[in-house]
């Protein structure tokens, strides 16, 4: 990570509570732009609210600074230009045409009530395209499938064209082919520069990104890059060592494993097909 570059997000004793139980405990990290992060952890570890807390969804406690200025010091409208946010399960809209809830993604850019500019239109397009989903355009939000409305939402995050876009489950829904895709895409828009952070139950996808968020109860474990033994260590931490992490052809991968010894492993099936011959 370089250190010169002033960080595109970042947090200090950062904690938060929900309905008065405390969620996350003073978390300080720094991500700079130009870089995918990926949050991971257990269920309930705190991720969800992290990334809701370092969009300003929800109060907290402590210090978050968007590109190098406190959040709560950003015009509403000018941080919404800055810090795109593509949520979990996000339910409204379901009236609109895809291409109308895409279009919402531009609303940071126009003036009140003006109407969709042509750069608003090309941002729209260009977005639709990049999630293969400009062919369904005129149909309603609500009657797309899990997949077809994630790559919807997807698009109007992308159509803000911020320096720093958060994703909470970004992958739900979608198939192999367009969860690689998206890698691409991310890939693709960090090399652009845009500080990209998402929170991924699919450790094999979390571990192709630049950086892993490792919580726990709340605490941030680590913050390192998957090739690090440290941050191997720590997601063998928080799983309760139940991962196996090889390396293939370069890149890491993890294997979940069970608690007991599977059943039918390759030494009980050989005696069988043995027995049967
Ligand atoms: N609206 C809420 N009110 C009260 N507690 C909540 C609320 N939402 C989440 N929590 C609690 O806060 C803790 C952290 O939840 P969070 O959703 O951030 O975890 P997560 O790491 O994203 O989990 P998962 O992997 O299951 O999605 C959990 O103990 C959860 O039960």
């Known amino acids: 990570m370089s250190k010169n570059k002033q960080p595109a997000l970042a947090c200090q004793d950062l904690s938060a509570s929900l309905q008065g139980q405390p969620v996350l405990h003073r978390l300080t990290l720094a991500l700079p732009p130009g870089r995918w992060t990926a949050i991971v952890g257990p269920n309930g570890a705190g991720k969800s609210t992290l990334l809701r807390a370092l969009a300003g969804l929800i109060p907290s406690l402590g210090s978050i600074e968007l590109l190098g200025r406190p959040l709560a010091d950003w015009p509403r409208k000018a941080r919404a230009r800055e ?17 109308d809830v895409v279009m919402l993604g531009r609303l940071p850019h126009r003036a009140w009530l003006a109407p969709p500019n042509s750069a608003d239109r090309a941002a729209v397009q260009q977005a639709m395209a990049q999630t293969q989903s400009w062919d369904w355009r005129q149909r309603p939000l609500g009657q797309l499938s899990g997949g077809e409305r994630q790559r919807v939402l997807l698009a109007r995050a992308l159509a803000v064209q911020a320096k720093v876009l958060l994703m909470d489950e970004p992958l739900a829904h979608l198939d192999p082919p367009h969860q690689a895709d998206w890698l691409q895409l991310v890939r693709g828009l960090a090399d652009a520069g845009v500080a990209v952070v998402s929170v991924l139950h699919e450790l094999n996808m979390a571990l192709q990104a630049d950086g892993l968020l490792i919580m726990q109860a709340g605490r941030l474990l680590c913050h390192g890059a998957p090739g690090e033994a440290e941050t191997r260590r720590s997601l063998q931490q928080v799983f309760d060592g139940r991962l196996h992490l090889l390396q293939v052809q370069g890149q890491w991968l993890a ?9 039918c492993n390759v030494s009980n099936v050989l005696p069988l097909k043995q027995k049967n011959d």
């Open 255 to 263: 294997l979940p494993t069970t608690a007991e010894p599977p059943i």
């Open 83 to 99: 810090l795109a946010w593509l949520g979990q399960n996000e339910s409204s809209g379901d009236e609109l045409s895809a291409e």
